[in-house]
C-alpha cells in the first residue's frame, strides 16, 4: 500500500509570541511512497504523486516551539525564517522547529528574515506630507539593502496638480512613487502587482493608511486602524507584534508596529550611499578624498544644490553624535566630549571631571559639621 511519508517538513514562521511560533507549511511538499509512516489514511495514487495540504485534509499552520539544541547554540527564530520542522503532531496541530535555513536577509528592527522589499505607506494628506520625515524613512529603507517601493494614499484629497508637483519632486529625488486612495479603492491593484510573490515589510509612519491598505490587499484578516491625532497631526499606533500575512495573488506581508521616526543607525562614511541623487553624483566623479563626508572638503563630488543635501547634513551630525558616543563608550577614559553644531558640523570638547565638579551633598556637610563641632569641643 501507499502511503504519505510525514518525517520532515519545510514552512514558514509568520508570527512569533512567546516562545511559539506560528509555521505556514509548504504546499506540494507531500508524496505518495511506500513508507513506514503512517497518518490518517492510505492514499490512492501514482507513486511519486504530489498532494498538497488541502488535498490531505491536513492542517496548513502548526503552532511550534524550539528545539532545545537551537536554544543551547543561541540559534534565533525570526518571523520569516524558512523552518524544517520534525514528527508534527497532526492532530493537535503542533510541531518543534529542528532546523533554520540560511537566510537570504535579516531585518532587526523589525525582526523580519527573507524580506524582498520596504513598501513605505505615506499620506499627502491627512496628515500633510513632511519631507524631511519621508526622507528620513527612505535612508532607513535604503540601508537595509532593500528594494523600496513609495506608495502615497489618500491621493483623492489633492488636485492632478499637486500629484504631479509631488511625483516630479520625489523623481529627483531618485523615486517613483505610486499614488493611492484606500478609500477610494484607487491603484490598489497596482500595489498588489508589486507585492506578487515576495515578502514585503510595510512601513511608515502612524496614522497614514498602512492597516487599511492591508485590509484591502487581503480583506479578511481585519486589522485594528487608527485614527489621526488631531492634536498632533500624527496617527496613532495600532500595531502591536510583526506578523506575516499571505496576500490573495501569491507573497508575504510584513505588519510592523508603527513608529514615528526611524532610528539613525549607521555610520558617517555610509550615509551617502542611501541617498540615490548623491549615488548619481560619485557615479559621475568621485571625491578627491576616500574618506570624505561632502561637507567642506575641497573637490568633494556631492556637494551642491541639490534639494536633499540639506537632510543629508542634519543626518550627518546624527550619525557623527551616535559614532562619537560609541566610541567613548568603548574607551572611557576618553577626556573628550562631541558637541553637535548642525547641518553637519561638530566639535569637540574637554569633558569635565565628574568629582571635581560634583556637588557635595547636604547631608555630607552637616556631618562635616557635626565632626568639627565634635573636635572643637574636645
Not at 543551547?72 to 520542522?85: A, H, L
Not at 502587482?193 to 484578516?221: M, Q, R
Not at 573637490?299 to 557623527?320: K, N, P, Q, S, T
Amino acid at each position: 500500500m501507499k502511503v504519505i511519508s510525514t518525517g520532515k517538513l519545510w514552512g514558514t514562521v509568520l508570527a512569533v509570541q512567546a516562545n511559539f511560533y506560528k509555521v505556514q507549511l509548504d504546499e506540494n511538499q507531500f508524496k505518495i511512497q511506500n513508507s513506514k509512516f503512517k497518518i490518517n489514511e492510505l492514499l490512492d495514487g501514482e507513486e511519486g504523486e504530489p498532494k498538497t495540504l488541502s488535498s490531505l485534509c491536513l492542517p496548513a499552520f502548526l503552532l511550534c516551539t524550539r528545539r532545545t539544541r537551537l536554544k543551547k547554540i543561541g540559534q534565533q527564530v525570526m518571523v520569516g525564517d524558512r523552518v524544517v520542522i520534525e514528527e508534527p503532531d497532526w492532530a493537535g496541530e503542533r510541531g518543534a522547529i529542528a532546523e533554520v535555513l540560511e537566510r537570504q536577509t535579516q531585518l532587526d528592527r523589525p525582526p523580519i528574515a527573507n524580506a524582498n522589499q520596504i513598501m513605505l505607506v505615506f499620506a499627502v494628506s491627512d496628515p500633510p506630507l513632511e519631507p524631511y520625515q519621508l526622507s528620513k524613512f527612505l535612508v532607513k529603507a535604503e540601508s537595509t539593502e532593500l528594494d523600496v517601493v513609495l506608495c502615497l494614499n489618500k491621493s483623492d484629497l489633492v488636485s492632478p496638480e499637486e500629484q504631479q508637483q509631488i511625483s516630479d519632486r520625489l523623481f529627483a529625488w531618485g523615486y517613483q512613487p505610486v499614488f493611492i486612495s484606500v478609500e477610494n479603492q484607487i491603484n490598489i491593484d497596482k500595489v498588489g502587482k508589486y507585492l506578487s510573490n515576495k515578502i514585503t515589510v510595510v512601513a511608515g509612519p502612524s496614522g497614514v493608511g498602512k492597516s487599511s491598505l492591508i485590509n484591502a490587499l487581503i480583506p479578511d484578516i481585519n486589522l485594528r486602524v487608527g485614527e489621526v491625532s488631531g492634536k498632533l497631526a500624527r496617527g496613532r499606533h495600532t500595531t502591536r507584534h510583526v506578523e506575516l500575512f499571505e496576500l490573495p495573488d501569491g507573497g508575504l506581508l510584513a505588519d510592523t508596529p508603527g513608529f514615528n521616526q526611524p532610528d539613525v543607525d549607521f555610520t558617517p562614511e555610509e550615509l551617502i550611499y542611501y541617498f540615490p541623487e548623491a549615488r548619481e553624483r560619485l557615479a559621475m566623479g568621485g571625491c578627491r578624498f576616500n574618506d570624505c563626508l561632502h561637507r567642506d572638503e575641497p573637490e568633494c563630488a556631492v556637494r551642491g544644490d541639490w534639494e536633499r543635501y540639506e537632510h543629508y547634513l542634519e543626518f550627518l551630525a546624527d550619525a557623527i553624535a551616535r559614532q562619537t558616543q560609541l566610541n567613548q563608550q568603548a574607551d572611557p577614559e576618553s577626556t573628550l566630549k562631541v558637541k553637535t553644531k548642525g547641518k553637519g558640523q561638530s566639535q569637540y570638547e574637554p569633558k569635565l571631571e565628574s568629582k571635581k565638579y560634583r556637588r557635595t551633598s547636604r547631608r555630607t556637610q552637616v556631618q562635616a559639621l557635626q565632626d568639627l563641632y565634635q573636635d572643637e569641643g574636645e
